[in-house]
């Protein structure tokens, strides 16, 4: 097990905080990764200590959610967020808590978390207090919610694909009282802002088990309140470590319906590569590549359109290994290599600039992509010469 930077950090901002006569646990996701001997991404901590008193034990401190009970503490090498105990009122938004009280108790903090297997604590000295059996739910490869189901999916409505997207990422099974509560409450999703919803799932599109949880999604009847047609069966090959090849693909099983990444609030990077690989797809499909599509294409977008006939059962006149040899064996990796410029040619010529241009360069890279002619400026000369006379 790998710890992070931010573990030693967080052990020593807790030494601090017990040192000044208030309780400090390592608490949330952390926790739960340590007891699976997994590598953590990041580390928080939970005090009885209010944000105030955090703050006078501190020299370095930043304010980052401090109605919330949040302080960034950076005295002790990584920046930790150490967060005061706390009870929640109601959600009537279904998101965030009409109103924040801080408190003394660690057990009244623990039981307003999501899942049980995220509400243990720990100590520095490595004990857990684990108030509901959240090490025998992931001994078990559960995902239970903590108390009332329904009253944590009412809290706050994300926490349905939330547990959906654990069972993707850990491959456990949704517990049944958990389940129906969500399959309860599926419509109260419509509160959630779809930047969220896309931020989780885009983690089960990267997840180990990404069908588990697209299955998940028609069982509860998530997929009704949700943009696309979610279809388990086109998803049981998909396996990627890339987000935007989750996205890519959902929008290929959805008839190329591209309009599918501004309904998710997905960013222009996302839009441009998931066209590109559509448009790789196509061509591959209907007519095969030709070697200007080895040039116009990088070599991510080649092999993804690869992957998405793979996984669609569409055969290929080329395997996976090859594209990347197809790639490398061009005479030019970039438009920009050619040994011409529009300059030369409009050296080369009494016409003025215009259209043409464009036409004629282009023209040149397919001669040089196609092994025509060389890369080299006098043979280009030549070419362009006869290239003109045609047109």
């Known amino acids: 097990m790998k710890f992070p930077k931010q573990w030693q950090s967080a052990t020593d901002v807790i030494t601090k905080i017990e040192n000044a006569g208030y309780e400090a646990f390592i608490v949330g996701g952390a926790v739960r990764d340590y007891y699976l001997q997994k590598d953590s991404s990041d580390v928080d901590v939970a005090t009885s200590a209010l944000p105030q008193e955090v703050q006078a034990i501190f020299t370095q401190t930043v304010d980052v959610g401090i109605d919330h009970g949040t302080v960034l503490v950076l005295d002790c090498g990584e920046p930790i967020e150490v967060t005061t105990y706390r009870t929640e009122s109601t959600y009537s938004d279904h998101r965030r808590p009409d109103e924040v009280n801080f408190v003394r108790d660690l057990p009244e903090d623990l039981k307003r978390r999501d899942f049980t297997m995220n509400a243990m604590a720990l100590r520095n000295n490595g004990v857990f207090i684990d108030l509901f059996n959240g090490r025998q739910d992931i001994d078990a490869k559960v995902i239970r919610a903590v108390g009332i189901a329904a009253e944590r999916f009412q809290e706050d409505a994300l926490r349905m694909l939330r547990a959906i997207r654990f069972s993707a990422q850990m491959d456990f099974s949704i517990e049944e009282n958990t389940f129906n509560a969500i399959q309860e409450h599926v419509a109260s999703i419509k509160f959630i802002a779809m930047e969220r919803i896309q931020v989780e799932i885009s983690k089960i599109w990267t997840a180990p088990n990404p069908v588990r949880a697209i299955h998940y999604i028609q069982w509860a009847g998530l997929d009704n309140y949700l943009p696309g047609e979610f279809d388990a069966i086109e998803w049981e090959q998909f396996q990627t470590a890339n987000r935007q090849v989750g996205w890519a693909y959902f929008c290929l099983v959805n008839g190329q319906d591209v309009s599918l990444l501004s309904a998710y609030r997905c960013s222009n990077k996302d839009k441009q590569f998931v066209k590109q690989v559509l448009h790789a797809y196509d061509k591959l499909q209907n007519e095969g590549w030709q070697q200007i599509d080895y040039l116009l294409f990088e070599l991510e977008i080649l092999q993804t359109a690869h992957q998405f006939a793979t996984w669609q059962y569409v055969p290929t ?25 529009g300059k030369d040619l409009l050296q080369w010529t009494s016409q003025k600039a215009g259209p043409w241009l464009q036409d004629a360069l282009q023209a040149a890279i397919v001669a040089v992509v196609n092994g025509q002619i060389k890369n080299d400026k006098e043979q280009l000369k030549g070419w362009f010469h006869a290239f003109n006379n045609e047109g």
């Open 317 to 341: 006149p080329i395997s996976f290994d090859q594209i990347e040899k197809a790639k490398h064996a061009l005479p030019i990796q970039h438009k920009s290599e050619l040994a011409i410029s």
